[in-house]
């Protein structure tokens, strides 16, 4: 077994994307690397990288070969493998079913008529700040049960969660490596003083429902309680704002579809389905090898890491007809922009719901949505997240 890679992969980008251009729009070179080199090692960030549609679907799909552990204190489901996993993953489901997530559409579009209305009078907003940041957060505080007053904390820690190195150097890895281990270390205090309370005096929210969550009388620790939550921070938050930007950046960059979709309101569900494929929120997925594995002619070593590009596999020609066009109504559409096979997204119904919800409003109200003329974009400095900083928008009210 080789030693545990010096760098995590996930946090350097690959340096095939040299200009600003290419970091705001990868696809390009996503597909010249999975049409040139579809499984390849980097030397650079001492990883292999899979491009291919089938390739990626393989890593996905075989846990037993590519593991998703990452650090042996870790308890949250997404870093287990078989059978922790399944266990974790069905004491949670019962407190997280499609039911129960539809259940909070009219919150969420109370929340969202809240954010929209101070701006619609003056036809512009910040998407990102105004609305597409605040929203899951709110969701998810309120789903978790955290005190309205939190909220700021929460979205602060929720940043730290997800951040890449500020540049390539030792020193800004060794920085960010610290960050991150104050702010794990201040948001368990935090869910421990919550849980806490729940345990004494239970309310109707997830963490009370999860501390009394049961399978073959089996509960979770007090410390996989509290991984989840912070889990549901790291994983649903950030990918969902992303997930709402990138479909308006869709729409203001092929303006056409606006009207589409006014006109096929139903078509506003495989719209977003579509955004996961064509700009996923996330763009690759880490494993390790358990084993030596071949994969497509090239033999993976035990214990190397191994990143699956989602973002190069959505626009895989051999599984997507004209891969490179935004089509709202394609089908099938069978992307992996929420991944694939036992980790699949638990937050799927969710951000699905949140984006629909908003999709459907700001297309109610705003005609002509346009990015701000004279806005220069900036990508989010991560390996695997897709997304921008800031995205102004303009708009004729309707
Ligand atoms: C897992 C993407 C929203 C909770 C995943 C995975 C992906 C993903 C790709 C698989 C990771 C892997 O295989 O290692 C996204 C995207 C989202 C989103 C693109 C928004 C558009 C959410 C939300 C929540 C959530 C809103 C919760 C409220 C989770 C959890 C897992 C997960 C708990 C781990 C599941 C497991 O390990 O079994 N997500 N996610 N996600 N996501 Fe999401």
Redesign the pocket.
Not at 342 to 348: N, T, V, Y
């Given at each position: 077994m080789k030693q545990a890679p010096r760098k995590y992969a996930n946090y350097i980008p690959i340096r095939e994307l040299e200009t600003l251009e290419e970091r705001l729009s990868p696809f390009k070179v996503y597909a010249e690397l999975r049409d040139n080199t579809p499984v390849r090692y980097d030397e650079h960030r001492e990883c292999w990288d899979v491009f291919g549609y089938e390739d990626v679907k393989y890593v996905?799909k075989n846990p037993k070969l590519f593991s998703?552990a990452r650090d042996r204190a870790n308890t949250s489901?997404?870093t287990t493998d078989p059978p922790k996993?399944k266990q974790l993953?069905d004491l949670v489901n019962q407190a997280f079913t499609p039911k129960a997530i539809e259940a909070l559409a009219p919150r969420i579009q109370e929340i969202t008529d809240e954010l929209i209305a101070p701006h619609l009078s003056e036809g512009h907003m910040e998407l990102i700040d105004d609305l597409a940041t605040p929203l899951?957060v709110i969701v998810?505080a309120e789903l978790i049960g955290v005190p309205a007053a939190d909220r700021q904390k929460f979205k602060d820690w929720s940043d730290v969660l997800v951040k890449g190195a500020r540049d390539d150097s030792e020193q800004a890895f060794q920085e960010l490596l610290e960050e991150k281990k104050r702010n794990m270390q201040e948001l368990h205090i935090y869910f421990t003083d919550i849980m806490e309370e729940r345990r004494l005096q239970p309310k109707d929210d997830l963490i009370s429902l999860l501390l009394a969550a049961e399978i073959d009388g089996q509960q979770l620790t007090s410390d996989e309680v509290v991984g989840f939550c912070i889990?549901?921070l790291a994983?649903?938050n950030e990918?969902?704002t992303n997930?709402i930007t990138n479909a308006v950046r869709i729409l203001s960059e092929q303006p056409e579809l606006q009207q589409e979709l006014r006109e096929h309101p139903e078509r506003i569900t495989s719209a977003i389905e579509e955004t996961?494929r064509y700009y996923?929120?996330?763009v690759a997925?880490g494993r390790v090898a358990k084993e030596t594995v071949e994969l497509n002619g090239q033999t993976i070593q035990a214990g190397e890491q191994v990143i699956s590009w989602?973002g190069a596999a959505n626009r895989d020609s051999t599984q997507f007809e004209h891969p490179e066009d935004f089509i709202s109504d394609r089908k099938p559409n069978r992307h992996m922009?929420?991944?694939f096979g036992?980790?699949?997204?638990?937050?799927?119904p969710?951000?699905r719901l949140e984006a629909r919800v908003v999709l459907h409003t700001l297309l109610q109200h705003m005609g002509n949505i346009q990015l701000m003329p004279g806005t220069a974009l900036q990508p989010i400095q991560s390996a695997f997240v897709f997304g921008v900083k800031h995205y102004p928008i303009q708009f004729n009210l309707i």
């Open positions: 996905l998703s489901m997404l996993h993953r899951p998810i889990l549901l994983a649903g990918t969902t997930l996961l996923p929120p996330i997925i989602v922009g929420f991944g036992i980790h699949f997204c638990l937050g799927a969710l951000a």
